[in-house]
């Protein structure tokens, strides 16, 4: 259950290290963005939002960070962890178009022992 | 809390033939969403049902359809079934499915058309 498209981007560090996971997104009008986990099997699972009024929200060992002007958006994972191996999402959110979210192709996280 | 639940986990339908997904919110959620999740499209929004009404809907053909209940539960059916449709379909749910709410997945169904 996980999106890869014909390639999908991926990124290779090792346990202990920070991962640090872009995302571009496509609509200078989004006004809320989430970023979600999505291991084999499963659905996504919310990791951490944050809104367009703000720059930087931090979580339990994530932060996110929204750079509006370029449309970017990245998280930090600190300490990764194998448990962190997955794919991840971001997804963005325009007012007014209620639960209409437009996800980004994915990036897969490997974490090496 | 209960998450979203998803029935059945996998299906397996042949062309032509219709399918009926199923989906329960999480305990207190009205809004409820469908999305489509393939590996060349990646997740894409079907529909989304509040009050046992759609609210919003995606750029998918009229084969896909839903409806809502009035305990929140919704079901998803696609009808002439094509092979293309073969996917993972998701349900998610938010308390009031406004702009700018946390929305949460369930497992999924997997649906395969041979």
């Known amino acids: 259950g996980e999106s890869v498209g014909l390639h999908l981007p991926t990124l290779s560090v090792q346990e202990g290290d920070n991962s640090i996971i872009n995302c571009a997104y496509s609509n200078s009008a989004s006004d809320y963005f989430i970023w979600y986990k999505q291991e084999s099997g499963k659905g996504p699972q919310f990791i951490i939002d944050?809104?367009?009024?703000?720059d930087k929200r931090q979580g339990q060992r994530v932060t996110v960070l929204l750079n509006k002007t370029v449309k970017h958006l990245s998280l930090q994972i600190a300490a990764t962890q194998p448990g962190d191996s997955a794919v991840y999402f971001c997804a963005e959110n325009i007012r007014g178009y209620g639960q209409n979210f437009v996800f980004g192709p994915g990036t897969r996280l490997s974490v090496l022992p | 809390k209960a998450g979203v639940t998803q029935t059945p986990r996998y299906l397996i339908k042949t062309r032509g033939q219709q399918v009926t997904l199923s989906c329960s919110p999480i305990s207190g959620h009205r809004s409820v969403s469908w999305y489509q999740q393939t590996p060349g499209q990646g997740l894409q929004f079907l529909f989304e049902?509040?009050?046992?009404?759609?609210?919003n809907k995606g750029n998918f053909p009229g084969r896909f359809s839903g409806r809502q209940f009035s305990n929140s539960r919704s079901e998803m059916n696609v009808s002439t079934l094509e092979l293309g449709d073969s996917a993972l379909y998701l349900c998610?749910?938010?308390?009031?499915?406004?702009?700018?709410?946390?929305?949460?997945f369930g497992s999924g169904t997997q649906l395969s058309v041979l």
């Open positions: 944050i809104r367009s009024n703000m």
């Open positions: 049902y509040f009050s046992e009404t759609q609210r």
């Open positions: 998610a749910s938010s308390l009031t499915g406004a702009a700018g709410e946390k929305l949460f």
